[in-house]
């Protein structure tokens, strides 16, 4: 038990060192945005509003987070580069322009991988942006203000990422759900 414990500490040094971090972000990027579509996924069903489990969009989901991994990757350096320091003011200032500046090209992101991986049209892209862009972007400002003050007070760079998709898990579940709800044109759904 103990040598098992071992390995798996050597692994985790490994995996968070500088050397392997971005594939361990962009891992759990992938494996948490999957898992968030699949338990959306499970509630649709489970409420009937979905027949079985589409494998398809879980993949979709999953890619798309990885594009989302790789840019708060390099957004977490650039942060911690830009604006070094841990006092209240630097994490403020970190969370603000997090939410005014990552925060809407993380979403475009999502809804531009999206797009290309289902094959739509930009005019079709564009559509769902207008139609799902605040409802995701509100939903942001409720849940990641709070979470970054504790990221970037507390936490090393290291495992910014790792926290952020732990966070996103319950964040994601409510993506699959507004990215996947068919809006009518009147706007409802």
Same mark, same amino acid.
């Not at 050397?19 to 499970?42: M, R």
């Not at 999206?114 to 930009?122: N, S, W």
């Given at each position: 038990?103990?040598?098992?414990?071992?390995?798996?500490?050597?692994?985790?040094? &490994?995996?968070?060192?500088?050397?392997?971090?971005?594939? %361990?972000?962009?891992?759990?990027? +992938?494996?948490?945005? $999957?898992?968030?579509? =699949? +338990?959306?996924?499970?509630?649709?069903?489970? %409420?009937?509003?979905?027949?079985?489990?589409?494998?398809?969009?879980?993949?979709?989901?999953? +890619?798309?987070?990885? #594009? /989302?991994? =790789?840019?708060?990757?390099?957004?977490?350096?650039?942060? *911690? @580069?830009?604006? !070094?320091?841990?006092?209240? $003011?630097? /994490?403020? &200032?970190?969370?603000? +322009?997090?939410? #005014?500046?990552?925060?809407?090209?993380?979403?475009?992101?999502?809804?531009?991988?999206?797009?290309?991986?289902?094959?739509?049209?930009?005019?079709?892209?564009?559509?769902?942006?207008? *139609?799902?862009? =605040?409802?995701?972007?509100?939903?942001?400002?409720?849940?990641? !203000? !709070?979470?970054?003050?504790?990221?970037?007070?507390?936490? !090393?760079? @290291?495992?910014?990422?790792?926290?952020?998709?732990? =966070?996103?898990? $319950?964040?994601?579940?409510?993506?699959?759900?507004?990215?996947?709800? @068919?809006?009518? @044109?009147? $706007?409802?759904?």
């Amino acid at each position: 038990m103990i040598r098992l414990f071992r390995q798996l500490q050597t692994l985790t040094k &490994k995996a968070f060192s500088r050397k392997y971090l971005l594939y %361990t972000n962009v891992a759990i990027s +992938i494996s948490l945005s $999957g898992v968030g579509d =699949i +338990i959306e996924q499970h509630y649709e069903i489970y %409420t009937n509003s979905l027949e079985c489990w589409d494998r398809q969009r879980t993949r979709q989901m999953s +890619i798309s987070g990885m #594009t /989302v991994g =790789i840019f708060c990757h390099n957004w977490y350096n650039f942060m *911690d @580069r830009r604006f !070094p320091g841990r006092t209240l $003011g630097i /994490v403020l &200032k970190k969370v603000l +322009i997090d939410q #005014t500046v990552a925060s809407p090209i993380v979403i475009f992101l999502f809804f531009i991988t999206l797009g290309v991986l289902r094959k739509a049209t930009v005019d079709e892209t564009i559509v769902e942006i207008k *139609d799902k862009f =605040i409802r995701l972007y509100t939903a942001e400002w409720v849940v990641w !203000p !709070p979470a970054q003050l504790f990221n970037f007070y507390l936490l !090393p760079n @290291r495992y910014r990422v790792l926290y952020d998709n732990t =966070i996103s898990l $319950g964040y994601d579940v409510y993506t699959s759900y507004v990215i996947n709800d @068919r809006v009518d @044109r009147d $706007g409802s759904s």
